[in-house]
């Protein structure tokens, strides 16, 4: 079974909650909106634990150091894939103009024999709860709401 684990930032807009997501990169998803974006997350080993990895993914995929703060566990969730992902929110604030992101090679286009290069997320955004409910992965929705409940 694959595991995934990441950072949700969060921040406070007056009364609103703003969440970064990452688009991730790709041909599949490079004219996505809806469900092209997630939570900066990786996979990791079982004998890693899932705090490490989530903090180590973080800054492979933004290509900047995870945010000191306290952090709240939003527990799990399984994709559609099958993936079960383990996320933690920090509050925090980051400039997605900031970002350097990480990388993986793939064939593409299929059965062409070229090997490319893309970003593992494309771009980050401030995504307020609406929006970042419109374009999340779905299974990853339910992070939002167990942020809500916990700022409740």
Not at 91 to 116: H, I, N, Y
Not at 131 to 139: D, E, T, Y
């Amino acid at each position: 079974m694959r595991r995934s684990a990441g950072l949700l930032l969060y921040r406070r807009a007056g009364d609103e909650f703003e969440v970064l997501l990452g688009h991730m990169g790709g041909p599949f998803f490079a004219r996505r909106d809806a469900g092209a974006w997630t939570v900066p997350k990786g996979e990791y080993e079982p004998d890693e634990p899932a705090w490490d990895a989530a903090r180590r993914e973080f800054e492979e995929e933004l290509g900047l150091p995870p945010p000191e703060g306290a952090a709240i566990p939003l527990g799990e969730v399984r994709q559609s894939n099958g993936k079960i992902v383990t996320a933690w929110a920090i509050e925090a604030d980051l400039d997605p103009a900031a970002m350097v992101p990480g990388t993986f090679e793939m064939e593409w286009p299929p059965k062409s024999g070229r090997v490319q290069e893309f970003p593992e997320l494309d771009r980050v955004q401030w995504c307020g709860l609406e929006r970042a409910r419109a374009v999340i992965v779905p299974a990853q929705a339910a992070f939002l709401d167990r942020l809500m409940e916990h700022s409740e």
